[in-house]
C-alpha cells in the first residue's frame, strides 16, 4: 500500500450458462486480462473441454487470449478495447486513425492522412505478464512539417508521427469484429451483461458479501466456490418452486 500496510487482494472470476455458475476460480492478478488462460485452464481440468462458445467483455481482448482460445477450439466472442469506439462512423473518418491508413506491403510502407509515408524502422518484442510474446513493428515519419493534419496528428511534444502496429494482434481483432457485429454477436453481447453480472450483482447487493472472511489464495478459492455453489442451488429451488405452480415450466425443466 505504501504506507506499511499489506493488504491481500483477490481477483474472483465466473462463468457462467443461463445465470448458473459453471467454473467459478479466484486469481492474485489485478487486471482481467491476464486471468483468461488460467480460469480456463482450470475450467478445462474441471469439465474436461473448453466451451464451443466463450464471450467476455472487452477486459480479457488481448491477443494472447484471442490466440489461446483459437487455439483450443472455441469460437471467441471477445470484446476489445477500442471495439466500440472503432464502430463509430466517426471513428472511420478520422485521417489520424492508422486503421484508415493505406498499407504498401512491397514497400512495407503506411501512406497516413496526411499524404506522408511512414516507413519500417525496426521490430520489438512484448513479452506478457504469463510469459506470451508479441511481434511490434515500429512505422516513422521522417518529417511531419507542414502537414494540415499535424496538430490532430501528433502528440504534444512530438515532432514526427510513429506508430507501433502488430500484425497478429490486428487480424485477431478483425475475425473477432466480425463476429461480434453478427446477428449471433449482437444476441450474445446483450446476454453477457444479464448472464454474468447478474452473479456478482445477486451476491454482492442481495447477499451483501463484499469481503472474503479466510485470507491465502487456496482458503479464499474454497470460500469463493462454495459461495457460488450457494447461488446455484438458491436459484435452482427457485426454478423447481417456480415450476411446482406452472405445469408448463415443469414440462421445460424436465
Known sequence: MGN???KAGYNAQVGTENQFVVHAAVHQRPGDTACL???VESLKRSLGHVPATFVADAGYGSEENYDYLEGEGAEAFVKYNTF?????????QDLAQPANWEYDAGSDEYRCGGGRALAFERERADVSELGYESAVRIYGCPDCSGCALAAKCLKPGQENRRVHVNPRRDELRKRAAERLTSDEGVALRRRRSTDVETVFGDVKRNWGFRRFTLRGIGKVAHEWRLLMMGHNIRKLARKITGAAANPALAAAIA
Not at 466500440?84 to 472511420?92: D, G, L, N, P, R
Open 4 to 6: 506499511g500496510q499489506l
Open 37 to 39: 488462460k488460467p480460469h
Open 84 to 92: 466500440h469506439k472503432e464502430q463509430k462512423k466517426s471513428f472511420a
